[in-house]
């Protein structure tokens, strides 16, 4: 299977512990972006990477998470001091680089199976 | 600022029949990029189609097609031939090409299809 890959599937916290989810993007894009989705909401932006730099970031990303992207491949989101506020379904995506899109549009985002997170 | 709105919480439609889920954006960037993607329970987001805000015809993509009416700032969803499998969120996102340069998307709140048989 060569679409995005997030593990685990499904985790559950007690509140005030960290976690760290991992997302595995189709192996030639470049483009990584983080988003959470809440129960009956469409998915909200967290962050983006290009290549291994981290270039956008949302408010909604308070300093309790951190996201990375070492090497340029994979991407780590680290949630610290959890809150039920946190519980979610955190979704990954990734995208060609500009002018390779298959379908044309330079912007067309795979989606990950995502990481539901529930906080006790 | 941007936003999308799908004003359908949820509805049922008859197999075979077409169905028509509704998208209003909002924006103030001349160049931007319309997406409506499909959220089966599994969770996964599907990417179903695309529209371009220059683009002269309306966008389509099998049993799907994009119903672009710029002046009203709609982009309405049609399903044809609806089958048991569409049963889905769906969901509208629009990126701008100025606001959202890095090429992130900003969804609608969704709307739930149940396919009848």
């Known amino acids: 299977d060569t679409g995005v890959s997030q593990n685990p599937r499904h985790k559950i916290t007690k509140r005030g512990q960290n976690v760290t989810f991992r997302c595995d993007p189709i192996?030639?894009?470049?483009?990584l972006y983080w988003y959470r989705q809440t129960l009956g909401q469409g998915p909200e932006f967290l962050t983006y990477?290009?290549?291994?730099?981290?270039?956008?970031k949302s408010r909604l990303l308070s300093d309790r998470f951190s996201a990375e992207r070492p090497k340029g491949s994979f991407s780590t989101l680290e949630i610290q001091r959890t809150e039920q506020g946190d519980s979610a379904m955190y979704l990954c995506?990734?995208?060609?680089?500009?002018?390779?899109?298959?379908?044309?549009?330079?912007?067309?985002?795979?989606f990950g199976p995502g990481t539901r997170l529930t906080v006790l | 600022a941007q936003k999308i709105t799908q004003t359908q919480p949820g509805m049922f439609v008859q197999e075979k029949e077409a169905v028509t889920l509704d998208c209003t954006y909002d924006?103030?960037?001349?160049?931007?990029?319309l997406f409506w993607y499909k959220q089966p329970s599994s969770g996964e987001m599907i990417f179903l189609i695309y529209?371009?805000?220059?683009?002269?015809q309306n966008a389509t993509e099998g049993r799907y097609s994009l119903n672009f009416q710029k002046a009203r700032k709609s982009a309405n969803l049609v399903i044809s031939a609806s089958q048991l499998g569409d049963s889905a969120m769906y969901f509208c996102?629009?990126?701008?090409?100025?606001?959202?340069?890095?090429?992130?998307?900003?969804f609608g709140a969704g709307t739930q299809v149940v396919v009848t048989p």
């Open positions: 924006t103030s960037d001349p160049s931007y990029g």
């Open positions: 996102a629009m990126r701008a090409s100025l606001t959202d340069s890095w090429g992130k998307l900003q």
């Open positions: 192996s030639e894009h470049n483009r």
């Open positions: 995506a990734s995208s060609p680089p500009v002018g390779q899109g298959t379908s044309g549009e330079d912007n067309e985002q795979f």
């Open positions: 990477f290009q290549n291994e730099a981290q270039l956008e």
């Open positions: 529209q371009g805000s220059y683009d002269q």
